[in-house]
């Protein structure tokens, strides 16, 4: 019992419980943050008072609409193998709603890419009136899908979130702790 009368253990305590609670309070609000951050790469995010279409909606819009693609491109004998590996993949990156956004937009880029090809391939074939109708439609709405994922507002608020956290002390908490923040999906 003397020893925790000693005035010297009695502050390492004090310290140690103050450290503790701290590091405990932090976790938790960070955590809950990062995921309410990343909640809107999936559901949205609410700026000025409007709910922009997220970054998964609009994920999910093009890889349905390459998809139509690529059947057309098919058609004219065009390989969509790869436009179609790159769809599935990028399906599987999102959904079961990860937090590994960085992932998810490595995928979104090679799919981009393929797709692009195919655009360009399909730009280069004579087209039936009915297909050349459907695909000036369908890359007006790429333009659109494109526009609102860049406009999503996810990429602000990961920004925003990083701004107000990763300072001290909350940053040297984060580390010890090994919290990790939301990615930015660029």
Known sequence: MKFFKNPLVAILISVLLVFSSTALSINAKLTDKSEDIIDGFYYGIEANGVLNTSVYFNLSNLCELSGEIGLIAENYGIDTRELYSNIDNLKESYSFHSDDIDSIYECYETFYNSLFTVLVKLNETELSDRHLEFMSDAV???????????????????????????????????????????????
């Open 140 to 186: 007006k709405q790429i333009n659109s899908f494109k526009a609102n994922i860049d406009n999503s507002g996810y990429n602000e608020s990961v920004n925003a979130f990083r701004k107000k956290f990763n300072r001290f002390p909350t940053n040297i908490f984060a580390d010890i702790l090994d919290i990790d923040y939301p990615e930015y999906f660029a």
